[in-house]
């Protein structure tokens, strides 16, 4: 394995420095060229299943129930419980003290083989000690949770102590250790400048994340086309530099067939086709699943669906 | 000097916008004496589609604005169209022909027929509602209640009263539409739509299509988020095949011979029957 930095902060900073900026205009203009592929037939056919294997289902309200995770399981394992041969999604996404619930819930429903990821590190904002922080992802570790989906300190990245950042990544990833797969929240929408975006990118994968995901989903703008094209730069950068291939999740305002398609499009030109699966590429989303069912449904049957053949969720 | 034409340039209405079609497709109208008119856009399904949805989030909002207000609404929409009348006359004449004095006489029957669905919001469930005489200590009530989103054909040759005649008791009522205009004579239905935009209708409630017939009438008889479908401005020929298309998700499927009925409001509600426990 190759090693880019020797741990200390001021190899960190000699690290990020020597990164070479982002051009914010090319970056949108390609993100922009990409978004006007046209993906038809089977094609579409294959990315609609693709995309659902990669939907992270999602739930992340102070309303949350056990009922509405119980449902949202089931709902996880059989997307379409008319239609088996719908896949099922790549993960179920909860907050850390719902996660047994979601663990058992899968396990009743058949989808044993479905991760539970918990957010952590007191998500969204991240504000807390490091004790914590470390507290709350060993209670979901405890749970059974084998995703963590940990924030970054923007306060701490924004003033530039890129060291702290960088620590608690490695104190979370320590916690994880070979039980759980480490996502770290970037949320682009708070780091105002594609350059911190590709920063951030490089100081969570240098940590040892297993993934790096855009954003919380409680800030927009979240998973823009151009912010989830500079992080596949990033770890498209980080494979060619040291041979690791690090997972993205775009997760946040990705609400449509349509938008699924041009993360897609996005993944297979800007990373590679490697990443063209659910163990590189997650979607975090809640609404898009009844999209992509219904768009599912209009391929099938040859006319348009409605919202009173999916799920109220 | 001479001053150069402004032409207008006559787009869609989606979702309180006018977009041109994503299709980028035009087609020719021409007038009642055979010359060039107009380039209004040629709606593809995808318009449709597009359409659909925004018909389907007004929905909720629409339906449960006070019957009062949306009467307001829709009065409001005849203030507009007054102050728009020449616009609506010199259209009708060039696309349909025959005097000033027959197109004025449409416009103001057009007009006029809004107020008089207006004053019907807030009197449509306590004339069509029921008190219903039952065996048991229950008060028993059915009151009508809107039938969701509702695909609608217009008349193809009264291009203006026709097309109001349709959506008025539609949107009336509660309900939203996507309404596929007059294929030969759409000018007064863009002009509406920009009547529609500023008249405090909410955005989405009437969507307004310009294209042909035979390519988007299936696609709205067999979408799966229409609830009903109105007919009367589709050739007989291609009935039987909306009937069908209609029938898989029961679409409520009428044509209409008057333009001013309450029967065309309630063609497009639903019945609702509540139990009551007396002396709760």
Redesign the interface.
Known sequence: MVTLIDGSEASLRKYLAALPGVDKVGADQRAAMLSTRSIKTTSKSWAIDMAIRMVDLTTLEGADTAGKVRAICAKAVHPDPTDFSVPSVGAVCVYNDLVKIARESLNLNGGSHIPVAAVTTAFPSGRASLKVKIQDTQDALHDGATEIDMVIDRGAFLSGKFGLVFDEIIAIKEVCGNRAQLKVILETGELTTYDNVRKASFIAMLAGADFIKTSTGKVSPAATPPVVLVMLEAVRDYYLQTGMRIGVKAAGGIRTTKDAIKQLVLVNEVAGPEWLNPHLFRIGASALLNDLLMQRMKAAS????????VTLD | MSRIDIKKTYKLFIGGQFPRSESGRSYEIKGANGKFIANPALASRKDLRDSVTSAKSALSGWSSATAFNRGQILYRIAEIMEGRRDQFVTEIIALEGGSAKVANTQVEQAIDLWVWYAGWCDKISTIAGATNPIAGPYYNFTTPEELGVVGIIADQKDSLLGLVAAIAPVVATGNTAVVIASEKRPLPAITLSEALATSDLPAGVLNILTGKVSELAPWLASHMEIDGLDISGVDPKIESELRIAGAENLKRIHRFNKSQSPQRMLAFMEAKTVWHPIGV
């Open positions: 040859g006319f348009y669906s409605g919202s009173n053949y």
